[in-house]
C-alpha cells in the first residue's frame, strides 16, 4: 500500500540556517510527489512537485527537493530560513496511471523559526 | 491567480443535524476532490469526483456522505446525519487533467461537531 513518512514531527531552526524535512514514501511504481506547505488558518500551497526527469527540482519561496529513488526519499531543502517560513510541511504522493490521482499525506512536520 | 475557493470557513453544528459544505473548483478544472484533517492528524482523502460521478472514494466516504455538482461551478460535500467523529477541516481541491497533474486546494472548511 502507498504510504508516506515524515519522521521529524516538530522542528526548530535559527532565521538564516539551513533546513531539510524529511519524507520517505512506499510506492509499487515510480510516484509523483509534492510538497506542500500550511499556514494557521490557512489552506495547503504546492511548494513543488516532482513527476519525472531532473531529479532535483525547484520550487517557491527558496525550496527545493531531491528524488532519491535508492531511498525511497524526497527531502525538502532550503539553504537560509526566513520566519516566514515557519508553518506546517507535508510530503504527499500521487498515483501514477490512475485516473483519480488522490494524494496521500504524510503525518506533517512543524517548523517553528526561532530570531 | 484563480483559486479554489470554500465555505464557510467554519461551521459548528449539533450532533445528527446535515452539513453541506460548499466549494468553487478552479473554473477549467475536470477533476475534484475532498479531504479531510482530522485535529492532529494526517489529511487523508475522501472521495473524487469526475464528469458528474464518483471515480473513487475512500472507506471514510460512507453513506453519509455524498457529494454533488450542482452546476457548473459549485462542488459539494454532504454530510447526512453528523457525528462527534466528523469533526474536522475539510478541504476541497481540484484537479484540470489526467495524469500527474496538481491539485489546488482550497482554505478548507472547520466542522465542529457538538
Known amino acids: 500500500a502507498q504510504s508516506v513518512t515524515q519522521p521529524d514531527i516538530h522542528i526548530t531552526v535559527s532565521e538564516g540556517a539551513s533546513l531539510e524535512l524529511r519524507c520517505n514514501y512506499s510506492?509499487?511504481?515510480?510516484?509523483?510527489l509534492f510538497w506542500y506547505v500550511q499556514s494557521p488558518g490557512q489552506g495547503l500551497q504546492l511548494l513543488l512537485k516532482?513527476?519525472?526527469?531532473?531529479?532535483l527540482v525547484q520550487g517557491i519561496k527558496g525550496f527545493e527537493a531531491e528524488f532519491k529513488r535508492s531511498q525511497s526519499s524526497f527531502n525538502l531543502r532550503k539553504p537560509s530560513v526566513h520566519w516566514s517560513d515557519a508553518a506546517e510541511y507535508f510530503c504527499?504522493?500521487?498515483?501514477?496511471?490512475?485516473?483519480?490521482?488522490?494524494?496521500?499525506f504524510g503525518t506533517g512536520t512543524l517548523l517553528a523559526v526561532q530570531p | 491567480e484563480p483559486e479554489v475557493t470554500q465555505t464557510p470557513s467554519h461551521q459548528v453544528t449539533q450532533m445528527g443535524q446535515e452539513v453541506i459544505l460548499r466549494c468553487v473548483p478552479i473554473s477549467n478544472h475536470l477533476y475534484f476532490y475532498w479531504y479531510r484533517q482530522i485535529l492532529g492528524q494526517k489529511v487523508e482523502f475522501l472521495v473524487s469526483?469526475?464528469?458528474?460521478?464518483?471515480?473513487?472514494k475512500s472507506e471514510i466516504f460512507d453513506d453519509q456522505f455524498s457529494v454533488e455538482r450542482p452546476d457548473g461551478s459549485n462542488f459539494t460535500l454532504k454530510i447526512r446525519s453528523t457525528k462527534l467523529e466528523d469533526s474536522a477541516m475539510y478541504f476541497c481541491?481540484?484537479?484540470?487533467?489526467?495524469?500527474?497533474?496538481?491539485?489546488?486546494f482550497g482554505p478548507g472548511t472547520r466542522l465542529t461537531v457538538l
Open positions: 469526483f469526475y464528469n458528474n460521478e464518483i471515480s473513487e
Open positions: 516532482y513527476f519525472s526527469g531532473d531529479t
Open positions: 510506492y509499487g511504481a515510480t510516484p509523483y
Open positions: 504527499a504522493v500521487g498515483a501514477v496511471g490512475g485516473a483519480t490521482n488522490k494524494l496521500i
Open positions: 481541491a481540484s484537479r484540470r487533467l489526467e495524469g500527474g497533474d496538481t491539485q489546488y
